[in-house]
Structures are given as structure tokens and as C-alpha cells.
């Protein structure tokens, strides 16, 4: 996924933001709160998302992918897509639409009905 098809991707999620910083990373909210990250570094894109406790504790481990910097050494459960073979872009786009998910179902009640968010 080049950083083109990851901003036309989250752009395409409801009641998002972007925004430039942290060294020029493309950072992708909703609410307000941060649910994608694309940059980090000059070479291969890069791209870091929220994850599940389990999709946590599966994703660590392949190739290609890590526990994201600075966030996963918080103790957050956020995965950083550095280097090939890492996702396809299919699961990519999967696991970045569940990062805005998780992130969305965290906003306040009255923040979801907003932003006009459909989440239980």
C-alpha cells in the first residue's frame, strides 16, 4: 500500500481527520483521537494501527510486522507495519478499519451521536 492509497483509505472512514506531525506522519482521527498512522520513516511506508489484545499477541511475532514504536513500549496494543511481507493490503485496510472501530466505540455517547457514528 503506497501512502496515496492509505490516505484515500482513511479519508474514506466516517467522521475522520488528518493531519501532518510527529516528523511529517500522516495521522489519521476520528473524535479527535488517533486511529492510524502513516510515516515514521523516509524509506518503505510505514504504517502503525490499533489492535486487539489477541491480534496483538499474533501480529508481534511475523515478519514485517512490531509492536509499534513508542506506543508498544507504553504498554499500548498498537502494530507497526515496517517491511515486506508484513500484510497484505487487504488485511491492512481490515486492521486499520478495526483501529477506527476500537477507537470510535472509546469516544463519549454524545461524541459518537456527533460525529454521527453507528456503533452499539
Request: glycine content about 10%.
Amino acid at each position: 500500500m503506497t501512502y496515496d492509497e492509505y490516505n484515500a483509505f482513511c479519508r474514506a472512514l466516517v467522521a475522520t481527520s488528518h493531519v501532518v506531525q510527529w516528523g511529517g506522519s500522516q495521522v489519521w482521527k476520528v473524535g479527535g483521537k488517533v486511529f492510524a498512522i502513516g510515516g515514521w520513516d523516509e524509506g518503505e511506508p510505514r504504517f502503525t494501527f490499533k489492535v486487539s489484545d489477541i491480534a496483538y499477541e499474533i501480529l508481534k511475532e511475523q515478519p514485517g510486522l512490531r509492536p509499534a514504536p513508542y506506543l508498544g513500549s507504553r504498554g499500548m496494543k498498537w502494530i507497526q507495519h515496517f517491511s515486506e511481507p508484513g500484510l497484505s493490503d487487504e488485511a491492512l485496510r481490515d486492521y486499520i478499519r478495526q483501529s477506527h472501530s476500537m477507537i470510535s466505540r472509546g469516544l463519549s455517547r454524545k461524541k459518537r451521536i456527533e460525529l454521527g457514528l453507528n456503533i452499539a
